[in-house]
C-alpha cells in the first residue's frame, strides 16, 4: 500500500459542535497524521469552486450556503490508504446511512450537515489539497 495524501474538511456543523477534537483523535487513532492544518470562513466563491463538480445538482446552493454558515477547518492527512481510510472513518454522506463508530454517524445530523468531508480519489485529493493548501504549508512529519 502506498502512503498517500487527502484533502479533509471539518465541515461547520462540526466546528460549532466544538468536535473539532474529537475528530482529529479519530485521524490520528487511525494512523493518519496531520501534515496542514488552518481554520478558514469560506466565501461563496471558494465554496463553490471546491464543490463545481456539484454546480448543476439540486442542492448545490444549500451545500454552499450551508459551507459558508460558519468556519471550516482544513486539514490534509497523510499515511498508509489515506484517501480511502478517511472515507471509512467518515461513514456514508447521509449519517443516516452510516455504519456506527464512523464520524457521520457519531456527530452528524443531515445529509446536508454531515460533519466532515473527505476527497474520494486520487485526482480530487490532488485538486482538493492544491485549492487550499501551497506546497509550503505541507509539512514533511517524517
Ligand atoms: P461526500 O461528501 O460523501 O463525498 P458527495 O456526493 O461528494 O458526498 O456530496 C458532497 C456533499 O454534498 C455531501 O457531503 C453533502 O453535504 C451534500 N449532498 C450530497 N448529496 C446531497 C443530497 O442529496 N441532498 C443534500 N445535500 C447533499
Known sequence: MAVER????V???AVAKNVVGKIYSRFE???LQIVAAKMLRLSDDVAGGF?????ERPFFADLVGFMTSGPVVVQVLEGENAIAKNRELMGAT?????????IR???????DANAVHGSDSPA?????????FAASEICERG
Open 6 to 9: 487527502t484533502l479533509s474538511i
Open 105 to 111: 454517524a457519531d456527530f452528524a445530523q443531515s445529509i
Open 29 to 31: 487513532e487511525a494512523g
Open 51 to 55: 464543490y463545481a463538480e456539484h454546480r
Open 11 to 13: 465541515k461547520p456543523d
Open 94 to 102: 447521509n449519517p443516516q446511512e452510516a455504519e456506527a463508530g464512523t
Open 124 to 132: 480530487s485529493a490532488e485538486r482538493e489539497i492544491a485549492y487550499f
